[in-house]
């Protein structure tokens, strides 16, 4: 119902507003001429939100704390042969020879972005193309981790190593925090967005050869899962993104929970390990289901999460909205404006650089983070006082000890949904144009003129996705994204208020902070490019 919802919003405005003043689109290689004034789709977008919310309020009235799968994957042959040890094992091995080959080219090959394997393996494949795998089908990564299969083998070779690589030797693996991951992708938004060599492939080799490094060091002294779990940050990035997706695993015995510490395991039954990829792993073929759940129906959480991983939800939508706001012309007047501040001439000269870019730059994606931070927080206090002023007749008694700080950890995964939509929006053109780039390269990684596939004469087809096909597919991202949005937060609301009136009450903050970020993030992408 939400789905045609939003469809017949965004069509009737198509129709009222024929005929009018254009305006420019952004994110798109090409200029598109929007066929009606941009406040129009900002309006609509906002109402299909609006809308959808009192939708949901009179349709869905109650909640279940399990949501039963409805397709068991294994049935099939297919299915089964993704569980199949040795093909498990053929892609595990392909995994490792693919990273090694990528990070090789980045040192010896041409140090040409479009000749060497290794950007366009990072940026297009890795960053942009694992999280969209990650959502739509399940936690790749986790398979493919190729610093976790390097780890396993040498532990394996080495019957010294295993003793480290198994075991927590600074005793933290009762913590649920993951501070680790939130420092390690503080550092990765800057890279992404600030650092002048990114694409530069020596420079990016060397940059993936530290991280492995730290990684390796990270799984030596608290072990290797321990390690994924709390400081590899796009282990946990894109665990966050498969929560949203359809697959949901489950091990038909309790007995891997009694010695498995991963957080995960909090949400199992007696009889079953649900949704804990590390029981799944380490359990017997014959204990293993997969099933099709809803999408969205993982980030369902039962309780709040720690406060650490809160503040790494919001450091991911933040980086992919200063993403898209970094290329617009407000960032553009802010920086000029930053240009005139005596500090930043100082720290420019102080620091021997050609331009202020990087700083003001820096001081951007520190900056967002932190106001992304302020704003849910604000809207969080509002909820935490409507629980306050509630009818204490009417709530659980832990509703009541809830605060600012436990209602934003409460609802934080209802967030997800729309940093994948902006994920999406952002970089779907990116994805389907520069991804094509791995089919010459795979048969050329080095830049040196080989033809080992015989695909090195490929040319990328950049006509493959239009303007008109990138803006529809962003605004119909961004509006669904929010409106999944919406729904988990209303169910989330369900399950911690036993008052289904109060759960409603507490949801008008949070449905005016959907409609704020969806006209923020359509208005973002509607922008013309503008490049410092």
Not at 327 to 335: A, E, L, S
Not at 351 to 364: A, E, K
Not at 443 to 448: A, E, L, N, Q
Not at 467 to 482: D, K, N, R, S
């Amino acid at each position: 119902m939400i789905r045609y919802l939003v469809l017949l919003v965004l069509a009737s405005t198509l129709f009222f507003g024929m005929n009018m003043q254009p305006v420019e689109a952004h994110a798109f290689a090409q200029r598109y001429d929007l066929p009606i004034p941009l406040w129009l789709y900002l309006l609509a977008a906002g109402l299909t939100v609006f809308v959808s919310f009192f939708v949901i309020v009179i349709f869905v009235t109650k909640h279940e704390k399990k949501d039963g799968p409805i397709l068991e994957i294994l049935d099939n042959g297919i299915g089964r042969l993704f569980v199949n040890p040795y093909f498990l094992k053929l892609l595990r091995f392909l995994s490792v020879i693919f990273f090694l080959l990528a990070i090789s080219s980045g040192l010896f090959g041409a140090q040409n972005i479009e000749k060497n394997l290794l950007p366009t393996s990072v940026w297009v494949i890795w960053w942009v193309g694992f999280a969209f795998l990650s959502a739509i089908i399940g936690d790749l990564w986790y398979l493919l981790n190729p610093w976790r299969i390097i780890a396993e083998w040498a532990s394996a070779a080495f019957p010294k190593l295993k003793r480290y690589y198994s075991a927590d030797r600074f005793s933290i693996q009762s913590s649920n925090h993951i501070w680790f991951a939130v420092v390690i992708f503080i550092g990765f938004a800057w890279a992404e967005l600030v650092w002048p060599d990114r694409a530069v492939p020596k420079s990016l080799a060397i940059a993936v050869m530290l991280y492995s490094f730290v990684t390796w060091i990270g799984m030596y002294f608290i072990g290797i899962d321990n390690w994924l779990r709390r400081g590899e940050a796009f282990t946990i990035l894109y665990g966050l993104f498969a929560r949203f997706s359809r697959a949901q695993l489950m091990v038909i015995s309790s007995d891997y929970c009694s010695v498995c510490d991963s957080p995960d395991c909090h949400e199992n039954s007696e009889e079953t390990c649900t949704g804990c990829y590390s029981c799944f792993r380490r359990s017997k073929a014959k204990h293993r289901r997969i099933f099709l759940r809803p999408y969205g129906a993982g980030l369902l959480n039962n309780g709040a999460v720690h406060i650490s991983t809160m503040v790494f939800v919001i450091l991911v939508l933040s980086t992919v909205s200063f993403d898209g706001f970094a290329d617009t012309p407000t960032w553009q007047m802010i920086f000029s404006s930053l240009l005139n501040f005596p500090i930043i001439r100082n720290l420019t000269e102080l620091l021997d650089l050609n331009n202020s870019i990087t700083i003001i730059s820096t001081i951007g994606i520190a900056a967002t983070p932190i106001i992304f931070f302020l704003v849910y927080f604000l809207f969080c206090y509002v909820v935490s006082v409507i629980v306050r002023n509630a009818d204490q007749n009417h709530l659980p008694s832990a509703s009541t000890q809830l605060r600012t700080i436990g209602i934003a950890c409460v609802f934080v995964f209802t967030l997800v949904p729309i940093a994948i939509a902006y994920h999406l929006a952002h970089f779907l053109s990116f994805l389907l144009i520069y991804g094509q780039q791995i089919i010459p390269l795979i048969s050329d990684p080095f830049g040196y003129g080989w033809n080992l596939l015989g695909t090195a004469t490929y040319e990328v087809d950049i006509a493959i996705v239009g303007a008109e096909f990138a803006w529809y597919t962003a605004v119909l991202a961004i509006v669904v994204g929010h409106v999944v949005a919406v729904y988990l937060s209303h169910i989330m609301a369900l399950r911690v208020f036993s008052s289904r009136e109060i759960a409603i009450r507490t949801q008008y903050p949070l449905l005016v902070l959907m409609i704020f970020y969806t006209v923020m993030s359509l208005w973002i992408l509607a922008q013309p490019i503008v490049e410092l």
